[in-house]
């Protein structure tokens, strides 16, 4: 853990790590690879299984067919963590584990190969909390299916290890309900570069971080290492926070979503003072509330790339028309169609969904935010390429200002950012001195 934090019990919240030392924002607080990490399984025919990177082209593992690779460096340097994996994944096949139960297995084999940067943790995986006392039966009956999956999953490996496993893992880490239930309450997103799910990982030392609908520090990947981040000045003895969730919804639906997935109730300034509630929902509900029910359908179509049918959903043409675009619903509506706009090329109808948003994503994420820095850089990309050079360039300033804090300089989000200004200064000056105009660039 960073010389700067310290362990301490945070009143009403049991463990938390709170600053020793004032911390300044954009300030690199703590880093830290997990213990154990996996690509999400609706991404793991594009996602590299060992650095996390998007590729087009990854080589198969011969044996599961499951795992990716963006080489053979890289299969090379995944085996000895997926060795095991590996063998489990071909004795359940054509049947794939969840993402909750592959990590889960990640998790004991990693313990049974103890590495000495874990004696440093100021939490381990003993001390993580389950919370099962707090489920209810529903919730209980689904993690033990999950428990059950897993005993499937790893019987093979797990029964030739028995001995070892039963040395080398802490006593509620063998059972496999309580692990599951561990995995499932701490473990962590990971993302790339523009904030979207690649896969999940297990931070011990991280766990500790409490929750805050406003906090004062971000958490953003560059591969699998989590980089914790001050978004703020931070006081010695102040009390360092993460969010858990996307905090751009409605104090109810936070509230209910924390308590449902982590056990506990959210009573920060931001859900007491119910900021910006009214906002979110304005407009007419009975107009406003068509969106609101037609958003599952419309999520349906996005998680299946079925673009062209989200685009032609009557309501991102009539119904959100009659809906202020500070409306939560409608805000989520027009990212799907900037999303799909993209997907099927149409540049123009992309940066008029881009551009609707910014401003409202300026009143509901404070600055710096990583998702407002993130939405800026997307909509400059679209500006760039359609050659609205000056534009673009004042939207990466503005992108800029808040990337470098939440990412910090040496962030490849920032280095790319950093080129793509110095790319459009380059261009405006070449279009004071000369009409002339060279191809269109690309939007990677």
Not at 27 to 44: D, F, I, R, T
Request: net charge negative.
């Amino acid at each position: 853990m960073a010389p700067k934090l310290e362990r301490f019990a945070s009143l009403g919240k049991g463990n938390g790590v709170r600053a020793t030392a004032r911390i300044r924002a954009g300030e690199l607080v703590y880093s830290a690879e997990p213990l154990a990490c996996c690509v999400s399984n609706k991404l793991s025919k594009e996602v590299c299984h060992h650095c996390f990177t998007r590729s087009e082209t990854l080589l198969r593992c011969s044996q599961c067919k499951m795992a990716r690779y963006c080489n053979a460096t890289c299969q090379k340097q995944a085996w000895s963590g997926h060795k095991r994996e590996c063998k489990c994944l071909r004795s359940v096949l054509p049947r794939i584990p969840t993402d909750s139960v592959r990590l889960a297995a990640r998790v004991i084999f990693a313990l049974l190969s103890p590495s000495e940067s874990r004696n440093e943790e100021l939490y381990t995986l003993e001390e993580h909390v389950s919370n099962l006392n707090s489920m209810t039966e529903e919730k209980k009956q689904g993690l033990s299916h999950l428990a059950s999956m897993l005993e499937l999953y790893v019987h093979q490996e797990v029964a030739e290890l028995a001995q070892e496993i039963t040395s080398a893992l802490p006593p509620s880490c063998q059972e496999s309900l309580s692990l599951i239930a561990k995995v499932t309450c701490n473990c962590f997103t990971i993302s790339d570069g523009e904030l979207q799910e690649i896969g999940v990982g297990l931070y011990p030392s991280l766990s500790l971080l409490n929750h805050d609908c406003r906090p004062n520090c971000v958490m953003v990947f560059e591969g699998t290492r989590l980089q914790l981040r001050a978004v703020r000045d931070i006081n010695p003895e102040e009390e360092l926070t993460v969010s858990y969730i996307d905090t751009l919804s409605p104090t109810e639906d936070r509230q209910r979503q924390l308590e449902e997935q982590y056990h506990f109730t959210c009573c920060c300034r931001h859900c007491e003072s119910q900021d910006k509630e009214g906002l979110m929902l304005s407009g007419d509900e009975s107009t406003w509330r068509l969106l609101k029910e037609a958003l599952p359908r419309l999520e349906g179509l996005k998680a299946e790339s079925d673009w062209k049918g989200l685009l032609e959903s009557r309501l991102l043409s009539t119904v959100c028309d009659d809906v202020p675009d500070e409306n939560l619903f409608k805000l989520r509506i027009t990212d799907m169609a900037l999303d799909a706009s993209i997907h099927l090329g149409l540049w123009e109808e992309a940066l008029g969904h881009g551009k609707k948003t910014l401003p409202v994503y300026k009143r509901y994420y404070p600055d710096p935010h990583p998702v407002h820095g993130v939405q800026l850089m997307r909509v400059g990309k679209l500006q760039h390429y359609l050659e609205h050079i000056e534009e673009a360039l004042d939207t990466f300033k503005q992108a800029y200002e808040i990337i470098k804090i939440t990412h910090g300089d040496g962030h490849p989000m920032t280095t790319d950012l950093l080129m793509r200004m110095e790319e459009c200064r380059a261009e405006v000056d070449q279009q004071s001195s000369s009409s002339h105009r060279g191809p269109l660039r690309s939007l990677t």
